[in-house]
């Protein structure tokens, strides 16, 4: 477990796969995760399997929580994680409304930024944002991502096509070339 001041990020249990079920089917969060068919129960219980071994499968869910309570408040993933030239995606969703612009997602990045870096010794993060996502653009760059890329017409929603930012992080500092 990764314990901040507010909130904390837990690994993904069985007892998760019917909340982890209806966010993932929950059609308002399909635009920001390129999801175009509902998920079954049963490839959410493999999700978690596959999960309990990063160096295997290259990904891990953490569930994100506040300190006072169980209930999940939402999801931040680390996927496509590559050891040997140390770096990984990342992706975060806040399932309800009440709950963002709480500083929830900010204090579940720090924390998984000092893990990716102190923990996983990966040396870069990456994360991909649809151009009209404001909020994520702050909350990233406020974090001091650097947006190192545009793709342009590079995804469909509903008929409408979006650019996609990529956005990287520096963990350790660049060797010289």
Same mark, same amino acid.
């Given at each position: 477990?990764?314990?901040?001041?507010?909130?904390?990020?837990r690994?993904?249990?069985?007892?998760?796969a019917?909340?982890?079920?209806?966010?993932?089917?929950?059609?308002?969060?399909?635009?920001?995760?390129?999801t175009?068919?509902p998920?079954?129960m049963?490839?959410?219980?493999?999700?978690?399997?596959?999960?309990?071994? /990063?160096?295997?499968?290259?990904?891990?869910? !953490? $569930?994100?929580c506040? &300190? *006072?309570s169980?209930?999940? #408040?939402?999801?931040?993933?680390?996927?496509d994680?590559?050891?040997?030239?140390?770096?990984?995606?990342?992706?975060?969703?806040?399932?309800?409304?009440?709950d963002?612009?709480?500083?929830?997602?900010?204090?579940?990045?720090k924390?998984?930024?000092?893990?990716?870096?102190?923990? /996983?010794?990966?040396?870069?993060?990456?994360? !991909? $944002?649809?151009?009209? &996502? *404001?909020?994520?653009?702050a #909350?990233?760059e406020?974090?001091?991502?650097?947006?190192?890329?545009?793709?342009i017409?590079?995804?469909?929603?509903?008929?409408?096509?979006f650019?996609?930012?990529?956005y990287?992080?520096?963990?350790?500092?660049?060797?010289?070339?």
């Amino acid at each position: 477990m990764l314990k901040g001041n507010n909130i904390y990020l837990r690994a993904v249990e069985k007892d998760d796969a019917l909340t982890l079920f209806q966010w993932e089917n929950n059609t308002a969060n399909w635009k920001v995760s390129n999801t175009e068919i509902p998920f079954s129960m049963h490839s959410i219980h493999q999700l978690i399997e596959q999960q309990s071994d /990063l160096r295997t499968s290259g990904q891990l869910r !953490f $569930i994100i929580c506040q &300190n *006072e309570s169980t209930t999940p #408040l939402g999801t931040l993933d680390i996927y496509d994680v590559n050891f040997k030239h140390g770096f990984a995606s990342i992706g975060i969703l806040i399932a309800t409304d009440q709950d963002k612009r709480k500083g929830i997602a900010r204090e579940s990045l720090k924390l998984l930024i000092n893990y990716c870096r102190d923990i /996983l010794d990966l040396a870069n993060l990456q994360c !991909f $944002i649809h151009h009209d &996502n *404001e909020a994520s653009i702050a #909350l990233f760059e406020h974090l001091e991502f650097k947006r190192v890329g545009e793709k342009i017409n590079w995804l469909v929603f509903k008929g409408k096509r979006f650019h996609e930012l990529t956005y990287q992080l520096c963990l350790k500092e660049p060797s010289s070339l």
